[in-house]
């Protein structure tokens, strides 16, 4: 499923250790802390394909700021983020955090047949 293995790419780059890392660099965690910024970064951090990209991309715009903000509060708490994925029919995503580390679950439709953005066309 090549949806997971774009979530595996970006679950690399938020290990324990990469994210000290990050919060070591203000740099990053500066350019993180801007809104929209996350497909931006996760391609070039993660290494995405610009298909992985725009399917990221395409989790709706909340869903997808509710995720950049755990990450650069996880990551100023020093917190580990693990980051997983299930196919579904549409998007969603769920965070936990307890403590030492944030989770965050995404679920969303896959290729090759996924065209379920219709969430951002007017009625």
């Known amino acids: ?10 679950a690399k780059v938020l290990e324990y250790d990469v994210v000290s890392a990050i919060a ?6 500066l350019r993180l802390s801007n809104p929209g910024s996350l497909v931006d970064e996760a391609k070039a951090s993660a290494g995405l394909t610009d298909d992985e990209a725009a399917y990221l991309a395409d989790i709706p715009p909340v869903l997808l700021e509710s995720m950049r903000a ?3 509060e996880a990551v100023k708490a020093n917190q580990a983020i693990h980051v997983q994925y299930s196919p579904a029919y549409d998007f969603s995503v769920r965070i936990w955090d307890y403590g030492q580390a944030v989770s965050i679950h995404v679920t969303g439709p896959y290729p090759p ?3 379920r953005n219709s969430w951002n066309a007017s009625s």
């Open 1 to 10: 499923m090549p949806m997971a293995l774009m979530i595996d790419k970006l």
């Open 24 to 29: 070591a660099d203000d740099d990053g965690i």
């Open 70 to 72: 755990a990450i650069v």
């Open 113 to 115: 047949d996924y065209s």
